[in-house]
């Protein structure tokens, strides 16, 4: 509560409603005089930081420690005392993609200076399609394994980054400008629907984007998709949701948006773990601790018992029942997954 004076006049200085008590009753602002000290404003500031701590932290442990319990809590109307679901999902994705997009940094794999038999990549790469054949010919003919001072499946890479110098294959033709395309179509020779002449038209367009470099094409290609997670999950959320309210349809207590509330705080329980996951891998591959290991396979098996104990405590049904919804859930849900990640590729592939 504020320690300034509290004003004679009853006018909200906010909305001009008439003010019957200590706030108002329109839009909840204290009434209050207007001028106030720094030092009012130091305490004030100190004491909104405070009681957001203490909300945010013990929304958090009753997430954790109690699953289902605050989708019920706000389903029955008990909500002041806990942190809005919607901002807390805001707040968890943000700060979980900035560790995601942190972790997983998209960085050739191949080191500089890297070479085979000798030879380094630049040196390699300037091979035309010829010397490149008879350069890999002799590297196949020696004995024992390749001489290559890198992994073979950067060699690999590698490799197609050399041959797709001459042009992406897309079935089974080659074209390195749109004029040879335009030219094969207009001829005769290509007859391609709609669907497979823009496809191609894309595919030279990136490799004239990227100079037919096929390391940065994935390179630009992943980190597209990488950086479309947070667009994909968020729409994948309204359709979980919307599976649990076809799961749940006779239970009409229940409306589709108690269902998305659950589902948001069955994310934001995700997003928690997957942090602490990733901070296990992170330590392990430093350490190589093999308990760490087992910790991270009971993490990922703890998601779904979570996910199993929050249906059976929110939707209050048998056991039996809830473990039939919840595998009959995450099928449907890991098809919705894979069908959004496939729109989610062709969509990347078009904003490369």
């Known amino acids: 509560m504020s320690r300034l004076k509290e004003r004679k006049e009853k006018n909200c200085l906010n909305c001009q ?3 019957m008590g200590k706030y108002c009753h329109v839009c909840g602002q204290e009434n209050i005089e207007p001028k106030e000290s720094v030092w009012h404003l130091v305490t004030h500031f100190f004491q909104d930081i405070t009681h957001f701590d203490g909300k945010f932290f013990s929304t958090i442990r009753y997430l954790i420690v109690r699953p289902g319990f605050l989708s019920t809590e706000y389903m029955i109307g008990r909500r002041a005392s806990y942190v809005n679901p919607v901002r807390l999902y805001v707040f968890t994705s943000a700060f979980f993609f900035l560790i995601f997009f942190s972790v997983f940094k998209l960085e050739n794999s191949i080191p500089s200076g890297t070479t085979i038999n000798g030879k380094t990549l630049e040196q390699i790469s300037s091979m035309d399609s010829t010397r490149f054949a008879e350069f890999t010919r002799q590297i196949n003919q020696e004995d024992g394994k390749p001489a290559l001072s890198m992994t073979r499946e950067g060699f690999a890479r590698y490799f197609d980054s050399v041959m797709s110098n001459t042009g992406i294959r897309v ?13 094969a179509l207009s001829s005769g020779t290509v007859k391609d629907n709609w669907i497979q002449q823009q496809l191609i038209r894309k595919v030279i367009n990136i490799n004239n984007k990227y100079h037919y470099n096929s390391k940065e094409v994935q390179k630009a290609f992943r980190s597209s998709i990488l950086h479309s997670l947070p667009q994909m999950l968020f729409i994948s959320l309204p359709l979980l949701a919307l599976w649990l309210k076809l799961l749940y349809r006779r239970r009409k207590e229940y409306y589709y948006v108690n269902h998305a509330i659950y589902a948001i705080h069955l994310y934001i329980f995700s997003f928690l773990s997957l942090l602490f996951f990733f901070s296990i ?12 290991g087992t910790l991270m396979s009971f993490i990922y098996l703890g998601l779904f018992v979570y996910q199993y104990v929050s249906m059976y405590k929110f939707y209050r049904q048998g056991w039996g029942k809830t ?21 989610f590729v062709f969509l990347s592939l078009f904003n490369i």
């Open 17 to 19: 409603a008439e003010v």
């Open 171 to 183: 079935s089974g033709r080659f074209y390195k400008t749109l004029a040879a395309y335009d030219s």
């Open 281 to 292: 891998n992170k330590i392990n591959d430093q350490l190589h601790w093999g308990f760490l």
């Open 323 to 343: 473990l039939m919804k919840f595998f009959l859930l995450n099928i449907l849900f890991l098809i919705t997954l894979a069908l959004l990640f496939i729109a």
